[in-house]
């Protein structure tokens, strides 16, 4: 990409910090690519909005599907420590969001599996509020990043990960906490207006799995011989070969996948409440004249 006259818009230190961050490849990674039915999902999310007074994504119930999953399967739920893989005792994510000021900020939201998406939302909006207040982004690094040396830079980062990422030891003088990526980064590419995209593992966060939210298209299909439309999610995921067994893959997988397709689960139910006096999380059921098919856009 570039600017006015030709020149770069990267700085400097954002080359610097890529260079110390990644070498040339040596090893491959497993990426993959899920496209998911969120018609239901859309009416679900719009009747927890309406019922919890926070604005729930499909952000937060992927976040909560890709949690159940990495339960599911816990050979995915570890890190490497010493050349022996260690699993995690919980199930943590982080997620790259945008800040008040329009900044990334990365949040990692603790066992997030016991949460629901609308305490995922909560979570993610009160660590948004401290990011601001810390003043702290992803370009953060890049701070120390403009001063350094490349090679000195790189094994800095390296000590990061193994202390931070590979023993889960945290430096909190330093500002450094235990294990700050969790297994998994969650990013919404589709929120910049990309269909899809494959975020490589950044080496230094010890996360092996990274799951990006693609574009949301309603596509024409056939439902009890009518034409109607569906909405569907694209997602990516790029996947540590280390971690990748293929039945809990499988197993990853089946739960993500149902859990978004299906996510009155979520609420004990099989499907939407009938009767409007009926209450469950979201506290507010969704007027049941609304079609599942066509209904216009819903949130992301």
């Known amino acids: 990409m570039t600017g006015s006259g030709g020149r770069s818009c990267v700085s400097p230190s954002q080359h610097k910090l890529a260079l110390a961050s990644w070498r040339a490849p040596r090893t491959g990674h497993l990426y993959g690519k899920l496209v998911v039915d969120v018609s239901e999902a859309a009416r679900y999310l719009e009747w927890l909005s309406h019922g919890s007074g926070e604005t729930i994504t499909l952000v937060h119930l992927v976040g909560k599907a890709v949690a159940l999953a990495l339960a599911a399967a816990p050979g995915l739920n570890g890190t490497v420590r010493l050349w022996w893989f260690r699993q ?88 450094l906490r235990a294990d700050p990526f969790g297994s998994c980064i969650i990013t919404d590419v589709g929120a910049y207006g990309l269909d899809e995209a494959y975020v490589p593992p950044v ?84 007027d049941d004249g609304v079609a599942l098919e066509g209904s216009g856009p819903g949130p992301r």
């Open 88 to 175: 995690r005792p919980t199930v943590d994510a982080s997620f790259v969001v945008p800040g008040e000021q329009g900044q990334l900020v990365r949040i990692k939201v603790d066992r997030i599996d016991t949460l629901t998406p609308v305490e995922i939302a909560e979570t993610l909006a009160a660590g948004v509020r401290q990011a601001d207040r810390d003043g702290r982004s992803l370009s953060t690094p890049l701070r120390a990043a403009r001063w350094l040396p490349t090679p000195i830079l790189r094994r800095g980062l390296w000590l990061k990960g193994v202390i931070q990422g590979a023993f889960g030891l945290g430096l909190p003088l330093r500002g």
């Open 203 to 286: 080496p230094w966060a010890h996360a092996p799995l990274a799951i990006q939210l693609g574009a949301v298209r309603d596509v024409p299909a056939v439902n009890e011989g009518r034409l109607v439309l569906r909405r569907e999610l694209t997602l990516t995921a790029t996947l540590d070969p280390r971690f990748a067994a293929s039945e809990e893959s499988l197993s990853f997988v089946r739960v993500l996948r149902g859990v978004l397709e299906q996510p009155w689960q979520l609420e004990g139910r099989p499907g939407p409440p009938i009767q409007l006096g009926e209450r469950g999380v979201g506290r507010l059921p969704l």
